[in-house]
């Protein structure tokens, strides 16, 4: 079952804009992790946040976690076209290393 | 160093016929975690395995099995299939199986698409 819900399902901008994707979550986790996912392939590990953190960057990816709404957000900076894809949001438990994951984003970043 | 390798990549099989499906993970890596990934249901974990024993079962009927080897290479199995398998079976390895740090983190193959006719 998921884990909870991410919005926007689809987001379409401008090669240069930022993108923020949100991704909420329903039980207590141990970190939170986002993934991208090109057409159907495998995931590829972006960046993860631990419970105790509130905000991490790695690059043009900025992520926040409101573990109090549960709740995360990923900001991409300065898109470009190679940015287009699937993002998914995805809970760790404590106990392990079995990932929930949330829907998806589909982002088109357009040239 | 070579990355989570998944065989075959596509599959085409009939209804009722069963499936075995290999994961080669990253070597070092002891933990192997297979999840199917459809349209309507999104990305479900389905088992994990850590040091050839089964540590976490998803939501799945007895049809899904799964194995590990001592080379930690995994295997999984799906039984009777059923339209409703039709999915890209992924698979992922990781140093470790719990804890706080990014040992944790997960890399995945490119997947096993499955097609059930």
Redesign the interface.
Known sequence: ??QGEEDPQALSIQEGENATMNCSYKTSI??L?W?RQNS??????LI?I?SNEREKHSGRLRVTLDTSKKSSSLLITASRAADTASY?C?T?E???????????TQLTVNP | KAG?TQTPRYLIKTRGQQVTLSCSPISGHR?V?W?Q?TPGQ????LF?YFSETQ??K??FPGRFSGRQFSNSRSEMNVSTLELGDSA?Y?C?S?L???G?T?K????????T?LSVL
């Open positions: 079952s998921q141990n970190n992790q993934y159907g392939r495998g995931l590829v590990h993860l631990r998914f995805a760790q404590t106990s392990g290393s079995r990932l929930t994951f949330g829907e998806g | 989570v933990s975690s999840y990934q999104g990305l479900q974990f994990e540590r976490n998803g939501n890209l992924l992922a990781s470790a199986r719990s706080t990014t944790n983190i997960q890399y995945f193959g490119a997947g698409r």
